[in-house]
């Protein structure tokens, strides 16, 4: 148990289809960030948020939305997503101010039909 | 720009050592961290290093650093069958900055 919990675990939607996945830390931290985890490709990061607002996004598809409510909560909604979109999508959180490692989830493996 | 390239693919015999390796292009990165992977589960810290350390030990896992080079190593002794799982090299240049991570090392042991 890292302190970060994702639901749900497994996700399986189609082309157009709206879905949310959600990220919650325990752990008192300020910044947090969704990555995706593709077979045989590095972790992408996809969204980075500190202090509630967000201060990266790498090129994501605008099917793509972060929300970030607070700094406890991590949202990412999904719609009319493509095959290729399947992958595992992996939230960390870390303090920022101290610099300290990332603490990861899960991860919510998406399936797109 | 950022750059960490990791081996795909290590197979060793339980017992013996392994040694994974890794190297990074930014030459600003500060911390390097190791992060395990086992099936189905998210990515779990295992140890990091600062750039101002050559070698890091704990237990049986040995960080060693070469700055000059960009190369880092992780190398796992008496490895063990629940040792077999993907690790991840990352790295980050300071406050602020998010993690980059390699493609993974996927680690086979057998007995």
């Known amino acids: 148990e890292t302190g970060v919990t994702q639901t749900p675990r497994h996700l399986v939607m189609g082309m157009t289809n709206k879905k949310s996945l959600k990220c919650e830390q325990h752990l008192g931290h300020n910044a947090m960030y969704w990555y995706k985890q593709s077979a045989k490709k590095p972790l992408e990061l996809m969204f980075v948020?500190?202090?509630?607002?967000?201060?990266e996004n790498n090129s994501v598809p605008s099917r793509f939305s972060p929300e970030c409510p607070n700094s406890s909560h991590l949202f990412l909604h999904l719609h009319t997503l493509q095959p290729e979109d399947s992958a595992l999508y992996l939230c960390?959180?870390?303090?920022?101010?101290?610099?300290?490692?990332?603490?990861f989830g899960q991860g919510t493996r998406l399936t797109v039909v | 720009g950022e750059d960490v390239e990791q081996s795909l693919f290590l197979s060793v015999r339980e017992g013996d050592s392994s040694v994974i390796n890794c190297t990074y292009t930014?030459?600003?990165?500060?911390?390097l961290y190791w992060y395990k992977q086992e099936p189905g589960a998210g990515l779990q810290l295992l140890t990091y290093?600062?750039?101002?350390?050559d070698m890091k030990q704990d237990q049986r896992l040995t960080v060693l650093l070469n700055k000059k080079d960009k190369h880092l190593s992780l190398r796992i002794a008496d490895t063990q069958t629940g040792d077999s799982a993907i690790y991840f090299c990352?790295?980050?240049?300071?406050?602020?900055?998010?993690?980059?991570f390699g493609k993974g090392t996927t680690l086979s042991v057998s007995s």
């Open positions: 290093i600062f750039s101002n350390m």
């Open positions: 960390a959180s870390s303090q920022e101010q101290r610099n300290t490692e990332a603490f």
């Open positions: 930014d030459s600003s990165s500060t911390y």
């Open positions: 990352a790295e980050r240049s300071g406050a602020g900055t998010a993690l980059i």
């Open positions: 948020y500190s202090l509630e607002e967000r201060v």
